[in-house]
Each structure stands twice: as structure tokens, then as C-alpha cells.
């Protein structure tokens, strides 16, 4: 196992250069990244909460678009049963509970307008489905229904025709490096790196530029209008410029010309120099328009955008030549808006913000820079940690340690994934979970020294038996990432691109690139025994009786559970905007500010109850404020403009770093998806151990796992941190930490189980225990050191999910030395079992020793 051919050597070493090459061009500036071959222009992306910017979720209503295929098709079925000299009288044409349905005045015509109706169905998609059903219904009723496929395919053909438009109106606003993207059925997502005010953007977004031009009905009284009633043909209309006073207006329902007849629109300056927005038509639009204003001279026409009236023009003249002003008391900043809106083409479906997050510029460069400072003082810490307890082997590990890093960036930006400020916690977190792998290698190189091997099997034997637990460890910590990306949103999945990437690389450099390292020491100096580092936690050869306390253990970690849960219950946990909705605005300012003076200025707004916390220092401040009631997306961009202004006037000076708007449709959507999340990993660990070892190890897992996430929460609750997306992630990193190490010793049990199978289930517990506990607390120090450097270090932001990750590792190991093992006993495992189920699976770890232990329970 330690000889390798060169071709091997260059077979480990190729995909580790080219992955460290990769991740150059992260460090350098973009103009030197532009002169590098393309296939070198590999750079991570940072997300929004480093670089700062502003990330919109828009949504669209199905419901909206199911109405408009239902309008659609009332106009196609009056046009098509008009049309020729065969006409087709009916009756009205009711749309109610979301169908047509109308009767034909004649019987002996209802199959002649059945067949003129079924033309205008259409499939839906390779469903094999019509997007209608044509029915008739007491022999002269006919009705026309949408089926549930032509809805589906209608909304997902609309967000593919939303989500182009929006990337056109985005693209036409200069910005930089946009993402947008579709999200799931309905939703769009769209980042713009660098935007630091998001109204102007959302205001166009939430624009449909459903542009139409309708003449005025003269003929309607007033009155009747003003109640909302309008002559049949016509429609009443908002109308907020309306010089008569009057908020709305009557038009005729037949457009004279749309917007879908456009083919340029800018913004210009009428002769009174004021804002307007000049439109061009197509040919067919402009004769058409030419047309209708000629038949209609010295009567007024409405421009109407968006079901509003803009304006209401008298006809002095024909309007020949195709082209068209548009006012409406428009700002020149409105007027470039419109004219964006209408070149990029309407929205077939009305978006609205069910969810906003803005990063000011100067946050994401603190949250760098204490990543990057706490990335530095976690790697110095665990280098030393490692080279102290294993010398030569700890230089190795800290080698492919670094190695691993930059091969997580090289892959990143193989894969254009985004680093987020949760995902530099990711790369902390990895430095210290990588040298996991080594401990566990070196700490059995050492064991199987004492057992008496010599250098070379001992180094052999050692990188076999830890390989398989390493593997297995792993996998269930992938189980946990893998929840995450699939689950999670936002940030945590840039938390789980990292941890997933980590735990494939760090598998790959601690087993098999330290292997060769190892390979190529023994052969150039031969030693004849194997020194290590003279730092040790704990001794060797350790003989405590872990399971001769395990009742004690088993009812503190009760009482505690019970705390937690009633503490839990009783004091609530203080959850962020992700979870319950409403607006957090984070303000900083030029010194320490007292919150009442904050809370003060905030009441007189009549904003809604604040909630106010010194968030970081004395000089940050987090204000938590409701969503109102009415007015969506508008009516939250109000208060937050509102509260900025007030607290630019008192307080002079004040910045604002952060602002999140999470609707209560989204954050319900958070909290159902973070339980699914933490619920499905640990279940899906559970089973994984059951099925890879006995039921006993299932239970168990499953048992001490629940246990550290009611420690977690209890914690939360005790400490009123905010619980957000992070903490989540935080928690499922702590179940996938949690099983690691369980997982560990569940496999020495095992190992030994079949070894010593006369040996008594106390007696062998605590002889497994003892033998890895060396390992499981060195990694957990070593995890402490990173996650200590972030704690301090690495900035406000993240602190609540450091004290998370720091519990949960405490916590984790406490129950499984105490608790996970213990509980085995008590569930009935046996040796028997174990060596049934290891008979299955040839070949599977080494030969059963026939030892008969002392009965003391050590070390045989």
C-alpha cells in the first residue's frame, strides 16, 4: 500500500496542480484575469452579502395568468362566432368559478359553434392534454373550461417570457454582472452586485408595461362612473392625473393599438420642457393608429399602462407616420423608467417582491476582512495545534490542508459557484474537520505501533482501517450538505457548495495525497520507528469506565433535554425576518447611540411596533419593524425610505450597511423547509447507520443526534440570538459533525465486536471508547481553534452561528462518548449480531482474534 508507481504519483498530483491553478485567478485583479487564457479565467464569484448589492424574489400570481387565458378566450370566442356571414347569436358569456360558459340562441347551431370554438384549444405541452375543455351542457349551454395542464404550461411559458424581459430591462439599466434566474415555478431571483438602492429596480421589475391606447367614452354619465358603473362596451379605469377630479374614468374595452406594435421608445422634453416618453410603431401598428385617430378627430383617447390611466389626449389631427408622445407628469428618471419598461416588452404576468435583501459595499468589505483575518488566525492556530501533537505527520497534514483550500477555490470557480460570507464559515469549518481525516489516520498509526507492528504495517494498517471510517463519516456528513443545497436557500446553499466541495477534497488530499507523502518518507529514510509530536490531551492507553456511569449520563442528558425543550418553550426563540416575515434594517452610526433614542424616532412614524438591538457594538443597531398590512412591496419601500430619512435627520451621519423585507408567504416557506431539512438529515443519517451496522446504532444516532439539536435550540432560547437561515445550517452542520463522530466509535465497536467476541458488551464499549478518544478529542480542539478564531474575529455577522458550531461540537462529543455508546447496551446489542451480519460481506475487516480479555475491560 505504500508503493507507488510514478504514474500513480502523477495520476494524485495532476488533478490537485490543475485545481490549485485554478484558484489563482481569485487572487488576482480582474484586468490581469481579462489577459489569461480562457480557460484560465476561472474566478469564484462573491455573493451579495460580501460584495454587496441587492437580491429581489419576485413572484407572479397563477392566478393572475389563469384570468388572462380566461379573458383571452372570451375575446377569441365572441370574434370567432362574429365572424363570415354564418354568425352565431348567444347569449352573455359568464366567466365565473373560472370558466366560460354561455348559451346558443339557436339549438340547431350549438355543433357549428363547437366546431368553431375546439380550433382555438390548443395542446398542452407533451402532456397530450387540450389547455380547454369544450363541453355542452343541456343541449344549448356550451362551456369552456382551463384544464390544470394548460394552466401549468401557460405559467411556466410566461416566467420563461418574464424572466427574458426582466433580463432585458436590467441589462438596459447599465448594471453589472446581474443574476437572474427562475426559481422553482413561479419565482424569479434576481442579484445585482453593487446596487445599493433597489427601489428604482423594483419599480421597473414590478412594472407589467401593458401598454394600451382606448378611446374615451364621451357618452357615460358621470355620475355612474364615479360608482364604478360604465355602458356595456366599456370599462371604468383608474385615472389619478384626471384634471376633472374625478379619480377615474370610462373607456371604450376595444384597443385601438398595444404596446406588442412598439418598436423603440425613449425618453424626451415636450415644447413646455417637460418629461415624456416618445414611442415609434411598427407598420402595422402605425397605419392602425393613423386609422382610429382619423375617424376620431376632436375626441379624446387614453394612454393607459398597467390597467392605469396615464393620460387623456384630445384628437386634434390625425396622428400619421407611427409615431406617438406619451405624458403624465413624469420626473425624467420615470420617464427613462417607462421608456426601458416598454423597449424590454410587458410582463405577461404581474410580479411582486415577496422577498428583499440589500448588503451595503461597507459591510461586505468588513465581513471580508474578518473572514479573511479569522481564515488566517484558524489556520496558523491549527498548523502549530497539529505540528505539535504530530511532528513530521502534523507538517504533512497542515501541507494538505492548504492544498485542500485552494482546491475548493479552484473548483469553485470551475463551477462559477459564489462565495457567501456563510460560505467563508464553510472554509473555517473545513480547516478544521480536514485534519479529522489525519488525526484518525495518525492515531491508529500509533495504536498499531503499541500493538507491536513495525513501521511499515503499522503506517500500512493505519491508513487502511481509518480509510473505511473516514469514507463512512463522510458520507453521512455529505448527507447533511446534500440536504442543504437541495433545501436550503440563499446563503446556506453557498454554505453547502463549500461543505460538500470540502468534504470531497479533504478525502482526497488527508487519505491519499498524504499517503504518497508518507510513502516517500519511508522509502528515502527507512526509519525503524515512528516519532510524533509530544503534545498529547489525552494519554494513551486510557482505561475509563465510561459505561459503568452511563445511568448518571442517561438522566443528566434527560434533565438537560428537558430544560432545553421547556426553556425553549416557555422563553421562544427570538427568530429573525427569514422566519417571521417584515423588515430588518441595520443601521450604523458615527458613535455609540443609545436604543431609546433610536426607538423614539422610530414611534413617531406610526410605522408599526419596533424592535430595536445593539447588534455587533455599540454603534450598530438592528431595527425590526412589520410589514404594513396593505399596499405590498410599495407599501414596504415606503416605510423603509421613511425610516432612513428620519434617521438621516436626527442622527447625522448614520449609514445604512443592511436591509432585509421577507414577506409572510416566504418566511412560513423558510420555517416549514428548516424543519424538513433538519429532520430529513437526521433521519437519513439514522437510517444509513442502521442499515450500514446494526438497528442498535440506528436508534442510537438518532437519539444523541435529536439530543444536540434540543441543546442547540435550548441554547438559543436561553440567549435570545437571532435564529436565522444560518443558524439552520449551523444545526445541520452540527447533526453532520455530531455523526462523524459517532460514527467513529461505532465503528471501533464493530471493528472490535468482531475481535473479541467473547468479550463481555460493557467491557467492549468502554474499550472502544477508550481507543478513539484520543482522536475524537483532538479534532474537536482542533475544530475549536477554527471556530474560536471565528468567533472573535470574524465579525458580527456570523457570531451566532459560531456559537452555534462551537456548542454543537461540545455538546456532540459529550453525547457520544456518554450517551450514543452507553445507549447500546441498553438496546440489547451483542456480539452475535454483529459477526452475523459481518459474515455477509467477505473480505470485510481484519481476522476475528480469539483474545480473552482481562476483565478490567482495557486494552487486551
Not at 302 to 307: E, K, N
Not at 506 to 524: D, E, Y
Amino acid at each position: 500500500m505504500l508503493n507507488f508507481s510514478r504514474w500513480t504519483i502523477t495520476a494524485i498530483l495532476l488533478p490537485l496542480v490543475i485545481g490549485v491553478l485554478c484558484a489563482v485567478p481569485s487572487f488576482l485583479p480582474e484586468a490581469t484575469v481579462a489577459k489569461l487564457p480562457s480557460f484560465m479565467q476561472t474566478r469564484v464569484n462573491l455573493g451579495l452579502d460580501l460584495a454587496g448589492g441587492s437580491h429581489l424574489l419576485l413572484e407572479a400570481s397563477t392566478q393572475d395568468v389563469a384570468k388572462q387565458r380566461l379573458t383571452n378566450m372570451e375575446e377569441q370566442v365572441r370574434t370567432e362566432l362574429r365572424r363570415g356571414d354564418s354568425k352565431i347569436a348567444v347569449g352573455d358569456i359568464s366567466s365565473r368559478d373560472g370558466k366560460l360558459s354561455f348559451m346558443v340562441r339557436d339549438p340547431a347551431q350549438v355543433d357549428a359553434a363547437v366546431e368553431r370554438i375546439r380550433p382555438l384549444t390548443q395542446g398542452a405541452g407533451l402532456t397530450g392534454q387540450r389547455d380547454f375543455n369544450v363541453e355542452v351542457v343541456n343541449s344549448s349551454t356550451i362551456t369552456i373550461t382551463p384544464t390544470k395542464a394548460g394552466i401549468d404550461n401557460a405559467v411556466r411559458s410566461a416566467m420563461e417570457v418574464a424572466t427574458e424581459v426582466i433580463r432585458k430591462r436590467i441589462d438596459e439599466m447599465g448594471t453589472r454582472e446581474p443574476t437572474i434566474q427562475q426559481q422553482g415555478g413561479n419565482r424569479i431571483v434576481v442579484q445585482v452586485p453593487g446596487l445599493q438602492d433597489p427601489k428604482a429596480l423594483k419599480d421597473l421589475l414590478g412594472q407589467t408595461a401593458k401598454l394600451e391606447f382606448k378611446l374615451v367614452d364621451t357618452t357615460a354619465n358621470p355620475a355612474e362612473v364615479a360608482q364604478g358603473r360604465a355602458p356595456v362596451g366599456s370599462e371604468v379605469l383608474p385615472y389619478p392625473a384626471n384634471p376633472s377630479g374625478s379619480p377615474v374614468i370610462a373607456v371604450k374595452r376595444q384597443v385601438m393599438v398595444s404596446g406588442e406594435d412598439l418598436t423603440d421608445a425613449t425618453q424626451g422634453y415636450d415644447q413646455n420642457n417637460q418629461a415624456i416618453v416618445n414611442i415609434r410603431f411598427n407598420g402595422a401598428g402605425g397605419r392602425r393608429f393613423g386609422q382610429v385617430t382619423s375617424q376620431n378627430v376632436d375626441r379624446p383617447f387614453a394612454i393607459i399602462l398597467d390597467g392605469k390611466v396615464l393620460s387623456a389626449p384630445n384628437i386634434n389631427e390625425p396622428i400619421l407616420g407611427g409615431s406617438a408622445q406619451i405624458s403624465g407628469n413624469f420626473t425624467v428618471e420615470s420617464a427613462n423608467q417607462l421608456a426601458i419598461a416598454l423597449r424590454s416588452g410587458k410582463l405577461p404576468v404581474a410580479l411582486t417582491v415577496v422577498e428583499e435583501r440589500t448588503v451595503g459595499p461597507g459591510l461586505g468589505a468588513d465581513s471580508i476582512r474578518a473572514g479573511l483575518i479569522a481564515s488566517v488566525v484558524a489556520v496558523i492556530a491549527v498548523a502549530a495545534f497539529m505540528f505539535m501533537s504530530y511532528s513530521r505527520f502534523g507538517m504533512y497534514a497542515n501541507l494538505a490542508v492548504a492544498i485542500n483550500v485552494l482546491v475548493i477555490l479552484g473548483v469553485m470557480g470551475m463551477l462559477g459557484a459564489t462565495l457567501t460570507l456563510p460560505g467563508i464559515a464553510g472554509f473555517v469549518l473545513t480547516i478544521g474537520t480536514a485534519v479529522d481525516a489525519n488525526v484518525l489516520i495518525y492515531e491508529r498509526i500509533r495504536e498499531e505501533r503499541r500493538r507491536g507492528r513495525n513501521v511499515v504495517q503499522s503506517i500500512e494498517f493505519g491508513y487502511k482501517e481509518a480509510s473505511r471510517t473516514i469514507f463512512e463519516a463522510n458520507v453521512t456528513h455529505a448527507i447533511a450538505g446534500g440536504v442543504m443545497l437541495v433545501l436550503g436557500s440563499g446563503p446556506v446553499k453557498g454554505f453547502a457548495i463549500v461543505l460538500l466541495i470540502g468534504i470531497a477534497t479533504s478525502v482526497f488530499t488527508a487519505v491519499t495525497f498524504t499517503r504518497v507523502l508518507v510513502a516517500n518518507w519511508v522509502r528515502r529514510t527507512r526509519p525503524t520507528d515512528i516519532v510524533m509530536g509530544y503534545v498529547r490531551i489525552v494519554r494513551d492507553n486510557t482505561n475509563i469506565g465510561f459505561v459503568a456511569i452511563r445511568r448518571w449520563a442517561f438522566g443528566f442528558t434527560a434533565l438537560l433535554t428537558v430544560l432545553a425543550v421547556g426553556v425553549t418553550a416557555h422563553q421562544k426563540l427570538n427568530l429573525g425576518v427569514d422566519f417571521v416575515g417584515g423588515l430588518m434594517i441595520e443601521a450604523k452610526f458615527p458613535q455609540a447611540v443609545e436604543t431609546d433614542r433610536v426607538r423614539n424616532t422610530i414611534a413617531r412614524l406610526n410605522v408599526g411596533e419596533s424592535s430595536l438591538q445593539q447588534f455587533g457594538d455599540a454603534n450598530t443597531v438592528q431595527i425590526r419593524l412589520p410589514l404594513p398590512d396593505q399596499g405590498g412591496a410599495g407599501a414596504a419601500n415606503v416605510v423603509v425610505e421613511k425610516t432612513r430619512q428620519a434617521m438621516q435627520a436626527d442622527f447625522p451621519g448614520v449609514t445604512f450597511s443592511r436591509y432585509d423585507t421577507v414577506s409572510g408567504k416566504v418566511s412560513g416557506e423558510l420555517i416549514r423547509d428548516g424543519i424538513i431539512a433538519v429532520m430529513l438529515a437526521v433521519i437519513g443519517i439514522a437510517v444509513f447507520s442502521w442499515f450500514r451496522y446494526e438497528w442498535q446504532f440506528g436508534v442510537s444516532t438518532f437519539v444523541a443526534i435529536m439530543h444536540d439539536v434540543l441543546m442547540t435550540l435550548g441554547f438559543f432560547a436561553v440567549t435570545q440570538l437571532e435564529f436565522d437561515l444560518n443558524i439552520i445550517a449551523a444545526v445541520l452542520t452540527i447533526v453532520g459533525y455530531s455523526i462523524n463522530d459517532k460514527m467513529v466509535i461505532d465503528d471501533r465497536i464493530r471493528e472490535n465486536m468482531r475481535k473479541y467476541r467473547k468479550m463481555d458488551m460493557k467491557a467492549l464499549i468502554d474499550l472502544s471508547v477508550n481507543e478513539t478518544l484520543p482522536r475524537t478529542v483532538m479534532t474537536s480542539v482542533t475544530i475549536l481553534l477554527a471556530l474560536g478564531a471565528l468567533l472573535f474575529l470574524g465579525g458580527h455577522v456570523l457570531r451566532g452561528f459560531t456559537a452555534a458550531m462551537m456548542l454543537g461540537i461540545i455538546v456532540g462529543t459529550y453525547s457520544s462518548v456518554y450517551v450514543s455508546s452507553s445507549l447500546l447496551i441498553t438496546l440489547g446489542l451483542n456480539p452475535q449480531a454483529a459477526e452475523k451480519k459481518a459474515a455477509k460481506k467477505s473480505g470485510y475487516g481484519g481476522q476475528a482474534e480469539r483474545v480473552a480479555p482481562r476483565n478490567d475491560g482495557a486494552q487486551p
